[in-house]
């Protein structure tokens, strides 16, 4: 016992020693703990620098919650305003609808009575003469039974109604390139709208232009008066040949027939241009005569030369022309007449474009096609230039814009119409031409030395001993008509492209069909000859930027390098399907069977044969023998180009052969002015 007391001694003092000496331990780790806490681990002036930023951000954040609320506060204010105001409108249209319907008319017909007593009143000043004699009444129809005076108010809305109610009807027998879509060509040609003469025979009714824009009185504005046209009830879309009033009204014409017309001098030119461009404006049969005439059916439209390249003006010349007379019309207020104007020249352009058939038909559709384009880019320039605010200023505020707004809208789809008609009278013309040459010129054709054959082509040409009526150079000379005409006259590249890429796409299905049915050109020989031919075409496309052309040859292409393989092992057959990747099993069968092995040469052997005739699905659809043949009526895809960058201030040119275009020659020099 005495032992253990002893060693439960010995291990009591050795748990209170290690125990003294983890507490000292203890407590000198907890020192050096706080020291190292009391020393700064980052630099006073780097946690100084944190700290203002710190409190920088702190207050912006601050500020920023003062703002959001500010800002919610003038968001509520807003909208409780919104809601006020859109009570107040529909108070205000409420209120509006309470009105009687006919209140505008009766204000119409009350001003427009005010502006016929005005112009009388200019009339007398101008003349000296009495003004008594005239008679007074509006353009709305008189009762039979009234003494002209204007009808009552309550009359008014049913001529309105009746107006606006024939409004579609009539707009489908206005236009006739309007009845055609895109994708068809117009056959039946438009019927010439008749222009309203200002001398009428005795038999017939009197008449009077009645435009959506009255006409100006010419010698008011030459004492300085404003021009302020008034609004009628007819529409854009009304017949163009109904132009005649039951009433007996003085329009601006007839005022204007009773003064002089001597014609002015040029210093009143300089002075008041607008008075001449107006009093041109009013001759629309001599207008219409010089446009129709001298700019589109006697034009002699000039000949493709790239080595003179001519103007752009010297060009487009018809187009700038007939796109600024139109677009003084529009300015002047001449709606009825402009309308007029652009159906005449839709059908001439049209007809002039249909009249010509066979190889002469590529220098004036070429020609038709870029100015109609550079008209129809005029009239979307002059649209965008032309403002509601200049025309309401120039015309008053009783100026039609919608009436406007539908007509350069009509227009502008009349003419993508019209454009389309020319491509698709040109395409089928020029296939026409190429495909006479394709066959002769591609496949029978022999214009490389060392590798002609003698074996004839048709059974035809075996009787009479002829050779092939065209050659590659007939081909392509062909084509550099077509380019030369294109570039000299401004088409663009795009359009370019279609009319090229179509052609391609005829030579390559056209001349593979061919291939693929005829066994005795499926030689070695005839291949380099086919090959050699191709590959001036594909020189051609370089030399002209027109590349992709190229993909458009490429099943005849590997037809004639399937030719010019070896086929005498089972390794040539797997070549043969690497490098003809295009072909189909079958046309790879068809071309391999029909192949005639020169004296020299190892017939095919029948496993290879089998070999191929394996690799033939018989129920894969896309596996055909023949492409699909192109269609000698069908012009293909045609895509309208970007409208043109066309300079409306640019200079103005008139070839010094026309003569006979007194009218456009002063109206040119007048807008100059």
Not at 123 to 146: C, E, I, M, Q, W
Not at 206 to 214: A, G, I, L
Not at 413 to 424: A, G, M, Q, T, V
Not at 436 to 441: H, T
Request: some cysteine; overall charge negative; glycine content about 4%.
């Amino acid at each position: 016992n005495k032992s253990f007391d002893a060693q439960v001694a010995s291990l009591e003092t050795q748990v209170r020693l290690w125990k003294e000496k983890y507490e000292l331990s203890q407590h000198t780790k907890s020192k050096e703990i706080a020291l190292a806490a009391e020393n700064p681990t980052v630099p006073k002036n780097e946690f100084e620098t944190l700290k203002a930023a710190n409190v920088e951000l702190q207050s912006k954040y601050n500020e920023s919650i003062e703002k959001v609320r500010t800002l919610d506060q003038e968001i509520a204010k807003l909208t409780e305003s919104l809601a006020k105001t859109k009570e107040e409108i529909h108070k205000l249209a409420a209120q509006a609808k309470v009105k009687p319907e006919d209140s505008e008319t009766v204000t119409a017909l009350k001003r427009e009575n005010q502006y016929v007593r005005e112009q009388l009143a200019q009339l007398s000043k101008a003349t000296g003469r009495d003004t008594s004699s005239f008679p007074v009444t509006s353009k709305v129809h008189s009762p039979p039974s009234s003494n002209n005076t204007i009808s009552q108010p309550h009359s008014v809305p049913s001529i309105h109604s009746q107006l606006a109610q024939g409004t579609i009807d009539k707009y489908e027998n206005s236009y006739s390139f309007a009845k055609e879509t895109p994708h068809k060509i117009v056959t039946t040609l438009p019927a010439a709208v008749p222009i309203p003469h200002h001398n009428a025979k005795a038999s017939a009714p009197k008449t009077t232009r009645n435009r959506s824009n009255s006409t100006p009185d010419i010698a008011a504005l030459e004492n300085g008066a404003l021009f302020k046209p008034q609004k009628t009830t007819n529409s854009v879309f009304d017949n163009l040949d109904n132009h005649s009033r039951t009433a007996k009204t003085m329009s601006g014409d007839d005022w204007s027939r009773r003064l002089p017309r001597s014609r002015p001098s040029i210093h009143s030119l300089i002075e008041q241009p607008e008075v001449e461009i107006m009093r041109i404006l009013e001759d629309e049969e001599g207008l219409q005569e010089e446009i129709l005439s001298g700019l589109i059916k006697n034009m002699k439209i000039p000949s493709p030369s790239l080595s003179n390249l001519p103007l752009i003006k010297e060009i487009m010349f018809p187009a700038h022309l007939i796109g600024l007379l139109t677009t003084q019309m529009w300015k002047y207020g001449y709606i009825k007449e402009s309308e007029r104007l652009m159906i005449n020249v839709m059908q001439a352009i049209q007809q002039q474009s249909m009249a010509i058939v066979g190889d002469d038909t590529i220098i004036p559709c070429a020609y038709w096609l870029s100015n109609v384009h550079e008209l129809l880019s005029l009239i979307c320039i002059s649209e965008q230039e032309i403002t509601r605010e200049e025309l309401m200023a120039r015309c008053g505020d009783d100026y039609d814009w919608t009436e406007y707004e539908q007509l350069v809208s009509t227009v502008k789809y009349e003419l993508e119409c019209l454009e389309y008609n020319i491509f698709h009278v040109w395409m089928k013309s020029l296939k026409k031409q190429l495909n006479k040459m394709i066959i002769p010129a591609i496949i029978e054709s022999q214009a490389l030395p060392g590798f002609i054959t003698n074996d004839s082509g048709r059974f035809f040409n075996k009787l009479i001993g002829s050779g092939p009526t065209f050659s590659m150079d007939d081909l392509l000379m062909l084509f550099n008509k077509i380019w030369k005409a294109m570039s000299c006259y401004y088409v663009e590249h795009s359009v370019v492209r279609q009319v090229m890429t179509e052609l391609l796409k005829m030579v390559g299905v056209t001349g593979f069909n061919d291939l693929l049915m005829r066994r005795n050109f499926c030689t070695w020989k005839r291949a380099m000859q086919i090959q050699y031919n191709i590959t001036r075409i594909e020189e051609w496309c370089k030399g002209h930027d027109l590349p992709e052309g190229t993909l458009q040859l490429e099943h005849l292409m590997q037809a004639t390098k399937l030719l010019q393989l070896k086929k005498a092992s089972h390794n040539d057959i797997e070549i043969i399907y690497d490098v003809c990747w295009m072909l189909t099993p079958t046309q790879v069968q068809k071309l391999v069977q029909n192949y005639m092995i020169a004296d020299y040469e190892v017939p095919v052997s029948p496993d290879l044969i089998k070999a191929i005739a394996q690799r033939v699905a018989a129920n894969e659809k896309n596996d055909t023998l023949m492409l699909d043949a192109i269609s000698l009526e069908d012009a293909g895809s045609f895509e309208t180009p970007e409208i043109r960058d066309v300079d409306l201030e640019g200079d103005r040119y008139l070839p010094g052969w026309l003569v006979n275009l007194s009218r456009l020659k002063s109206l040119m020099h007048l807008v100059v002015v």
